[in-house]
């Protein structure tokens, strides 16, 4: 059974840190692309975060998060990260990890990702 799974989201202060992770199982992330996604309160849409192609060879960060995230996999492991730092209230948000076989150029669209997790909610607020 494909599953991935978030953890490490929660309560921080801006200008904070925090590390989400993503644990796959099921199958192997390995030759997947992986990417993180939010979607912030009131929104109907998810917003591509970070993401990462399928060979590691590309990745992808919203303008809004340059800087600040960094995403980065653990094939051996099986095992997504994103380690957020001087974070915003604007950057509050459930986050989603999610995985799809797509080897083309656009692996930082939604619709490339048939594999999503439950989501971990992320509060930036003092």
């Known amino acids: 059974q494909v599953q991935l799974v978030e953890s490490g989201g929660g309560l921080v202060q801006p200008g904070g840190s925090l590390r989400l992770s993503c644990a796959a199982s099921?199958?192997?992330?390995?030759?997947?692309?992986i990417g993180w996604f939010r979607q912030a309160p009131g929104k109907e849409e998810r917003e591509a975060v970070s993401c990462v192609s399928f060979t590691g060879g590309e990745i992808y960060y919203a303008d809004s998060v340059k800087g600040r995230f960094t995403i980065s996999r653990d094939n051996a492991k099986n095992m997504v990260y994103l380690q957020m730092t001087g974070l915003k209230p604007e950057d509050t948000a459930v986050y989603f990890c999610?995985?799809?076989?797509?080897?083309?150029?656009?692996?930082?669209?939604?619709?490339?990702?048939?594999?999503w997790g439950q989501g971990t909610q992320v509060t930036v607020s003092s």
């Open positions: 099921g199958f192997t992330l390995r030759g997947y692309a």
């Open positions: 999610a995985a799809g076989q797509y080897t083309g150029s656009y692996y930082y669209y939604e619709g490339i990702y048939d594999s």
